[in-house]
């Protein structure tokens, strides 16, 4: 495995490589990446993962300053996957030069975790597209946890290069909670008590599948999750898949919620 600190050290790696998998995450890895990292392995042939914690996507320097950090075991894990390259690079590396036109969310997609995370996928759009460009992969691996994510980098990235995005399932542990680093701010209560959100949502879903008043269901849904699970709601709503907009039937839509559990913002759909 060959670990490449800057953009020097990535081109002379990469000169000679066809059918490059990457997959860009901030570290801390756990199965969900594995699953992200094992499905590139198979399909290409090398792969590459990022690790860089993006401080462009984070909305306050305290939220970025306490997301988790794990470099030697991400490491360590990466080594023993048999990974071809990870890419650690620095703030600096990513983000010269400057970019002239600034990336802008367009009014429609300003919803979801886009409404109550402004700059967010802004920040993750631009350094999607500055690592795209100087690893120029054929096939990029996320996850459909962060679905929105991976519905907008694939809109951005696609229309510019190359590289296809593939999605990849959620992965979630024995008690239906979606994997993410997180999950490692929370305690052993709060985490019982976001896979019994999980739960909820998942039975819920399957309820509403014949009914006609979905709408009415999800406001009181809304309101029992909250009280009963002690959580802050920011959005819980209905969505279909193809253009992210309001559904009112559960064919081709998901369950987006977005919520806080003491002060950890989780996200999932269903
Ligand atoms: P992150 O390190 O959180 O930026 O995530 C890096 C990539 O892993 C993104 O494409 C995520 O969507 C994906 N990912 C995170 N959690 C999961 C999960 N539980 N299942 C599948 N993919 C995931």
């Known amino acids: 495995m060959k670990i490449l600190l800057n953009k020097d050290d990535l081109n002379e790696a990469l000169s000679n490589t066809s059918k490059l998998g990457f997959v860009p995450t901030m570290g801390s890895l756990h199965e969900g990446h594995i699953s992200l990292i094992n499905k590139s392995l198979k399909y290409c042939n090398k792969t590459i993962v990022s690790i860089f914690i993006n401080p462009t996507q984070f909305n306050s320097r305290k939220d970025f300053n306490k997301y988790p950090r ?5 490491l360590s894990i990466l080594r023993k996957m048999k990974v ?6 620095n703030k600096k590396d990513v983000y010269s030069p400057i970019r002239k036109i600034p990336i802008k969310l367009k009014k ?3 919803i979801l975790c886009a409404k109550y995370r402004k700059g967010h996928f802004e920040g993750v759009i631009d350094v999607m597209e500055r690592l795209t460009k100087i690893i120029r992969p054929e096939k990029i691996f996320m996850g459909e946890k962060d679905f929105q994510q991976l519905f907008l980098v694939k809109k951005y990235i ?19 909670l979606a994997l993410s680093s997180r999950n490692k701010l929370l305690n052993g209560k709060e985490l019982n008590r976001a896979a019994k959100v999980a739960i909820d949502i998942i039975n819920f879903k399957k309820k509403i599948k014949n009914q006609k008043n979905i709408k009415r269901l999800m406001e009181i849904k809304k309101k029992q999750l909250g009280k009963l ?26 369950l987006f919620i977005a919520y806080y559990i003491n002060k950890i913002r989780l996200i999932d759909n269903f």
């Open 70 to 74: 794990n470099y030697k075991k991400d």
């Open 229 to 254: 699970y002690r959580i802050n709601i920011e959005y819980f709503e209905l969505r279909n898949t193809i253009n992210l907009n309001f559904s009112n039937g559960i064919k081709n839509s998901k």
């Open 108 to 110: 429609q997609e300003k």
């Open 158 to 176: 696609e229309k510019k290069y190359r590289s296809k995005i593939v999605s990849c399932r959620t992965v979630r542990n024995s008690k239906k």
């Open 84 to 89: 071809d390259y990870v890419f650690l690079p």
